[in-house]
């Protein structure tokens, strides 16, 4: 018994623009971005001039980072999250600053919706097991 063929999506090549057909299940794992390994390869060395979010300062990105990055260094990046209070901890925990100081917002969150202040041995678990998702 003969499968029937996985289907096939238009796709424009990241590198050199050309229209190709990627296959849905690539689509879906986050390949299917460029029309042959030669331009995957390129776009990987490839370097594109961006401008810092925090400091204006002009600086190189791999093609293939451009759409993730926004700062030309971490000191740019850890200036720019502390704007407006909010800052990351090293486990990946969103802090807001209050007037007791910074707090994890997942906890602020859980207080919220229970409408009382969580207790010191109240442990906030994160469904997605995402800790920057609340």
Same mark, same amino acid.
């Given at each position: 018994? @003969?499968?029937?063929? !996985?289907?096939?999506?238009? !796709?424009?090549?990241?590198?050199?623009? /050309?229209?190709?057909? $990627?296959?849905? *299940?690539?689509?879906? @794992?986050? !390949?299917?971005? =460029?029309?042959?390994?030669?331009?995957? $390869? $390129?776009?990987? &060395?490839?370097?594109?001039?961006?401008?810092?979010? &925090?400091?204006?300062?002009? =600086?190189?990105?791999? #093609?293939?980072?451009?759409?993730?990055?926004?700062?030309?260094?971490?000191?740019?990046?850890?200036?720019?999250?502390?704007?407006?209070?909010?800052?990351? /901890?090293?486990?990946? =925990?969103? #802090?807001?600053?209050?007037?007791?100081? *910074?707090?994890? @917002? $997942? !906890?602020?969150?859980?207080?919220?919706? #229970?409408?009382?202040?969580?207790? @010191?041995?109240?442990?906030? +678990? +994160?469904?997605?097991? /995402?800790?920057?998702? /609340?």
């Amino acid at each position: 018994m @003969r499968r029937s063929p !996985r289907p096939r999506i238009k !796709r424009i090549c990241r590198y050199c623009g /050309d229209e190709f057909m $990627a296959k849905q *299940y690539e689509i879906e @794992r986050g !390949r299917g971005k =460029y029309c042959s390994t030669w331009c995957s $390869a $390129a776009a990987q &060395t490839k370097q594109v001039e961006l401008c810092c979010e &925090t400091c204006g300062k002009k =600086y190189k990105v791999k #093609l293939s980072k451009k759409e993730r990055s926004k700062f030309c260094c971490p000191r740019c990046k850890s200036k720019f999250l502390r704007k407006g209070g909010i800052t990351h /901890d090293k486990h990946g =925990y969103i #802090l807001i600053k209050t007037e007791m100081g *910074y707090r994890k @917002r $997942a !906890r602020i969150v859980m207080e919220q919706k #229970l409408g009382r202040p969580l207790q @010191r041995g109240e442990v906030v +678990h +994160h469904m997605n097991r /995402d800790r920057a998702d /609340d």
